[in-house]
């Protein structure tokens, strides 16, 4: 499986600003996809982001945009004019080309200030 | 709903006892998975289901843990003798085939006494 890090155990952001979360994922496989997952206090994960290895583009949904940099294997989430619903923990997961099983990080929890 | 759905949303029991866990995907996803999430952690695979038969059960840390889907669609995760350290959040989750968006339920949170 992929070793997906996250580094940031919590972040604070103002309402209506910006703000990155950071995941590396480790991997020697040429073809794979990196997600991030939102886990609100009601514990369910909710699917955000994709982002295919072999797509050109950074993948973006509405207030959502991932920072893919494959040479330094990083996909950062970028949450765009913050809202207090934001506040929750936020995964990065990974998952290997013929395979299924999602690899989590340890998540990243937001707390979104008004 | 027409969400995935996991009974019950809360079990505590003591160690040494047997608990069952359900998970009722999306209607028509043959694909389920169950994930376990630790306190302050993302969630561990346990064990993904194609259908009827588990395609791959690796992620099961030990023979106390057994999961079934009889007939393609409610699955149960069983866990036999329970110890403190089973103690987690077990989520489950559903798509269509083996790749693409899951669908997570809002997880059954096991506590071990």
């Known amino acids: 499986a992929q070793k997906i890090t996250q580094t940031q155990p919590g972040m604070f952001v103002q309402e209506k600003e910006a703000v990155t979360l950071d995941c590396t994922y480790d991997?020697?496989?040429?073809?794979?996809?990196l997600f991030w997952y939102k886990q609100p206090s009601s514990g369910e994960m909710i699917f955000l982001i994709y982002q295919g290895s072999y797509d050109q583009q950074n993948a973006t949904e509405g207030r959502y945009s991932l920072n893919f940099q494959k040479a330094r294997k990083s996909a950062n989430l970028v949450i765009s004019a913050s809202q207090l619903g934001d506040s929750a923990m936020y995964f990065c997961a990974g998952v290997r080309s013929n395979d299924y099983k999602l690899s989590f990080g340890a998540g990243t929890t937001v707390t979104v200030r008004a | 709903g027409a969400g995935v759905s996991q009974t019950p949303s809360n079990k505590v029991t003591e160690k040494g006892k047997y608990v069952e866990l359900r998970c009722d995907p999306i209607?028509?996803?043959?694909?389920l998975y169950w994930y376990r999430q630790s306190l302050g952690q993302g969630p561990e695979f346990l064990i993904y289901f194609q259908g009827t038969g588990a395609a791959d059960d690796s992620g099961l840390p030990n023979d106390r843990f057994f999961a079934v889907r009889p007939e393609g669609s409610v699955s149960t995760l069983k866990i036999q003798r329970t110890e403190r350290g089973d103690s987690a959040v077990y989520l489950c989750?559903?798509?269509?085939?083996?790749?693409?968006?899951?669908?997570f339920g809002e997880g059954s949170r096991l506590t071990v006494l």
């Open positions: 991997t020697s496989d040429p073809s794979y996809g």
């Open positions: 209607s028509g996803h043959t694909a």
């Open positions: 989750a559903s798509g269509q085939g083996n790749t693409g968006e899951l669908f």
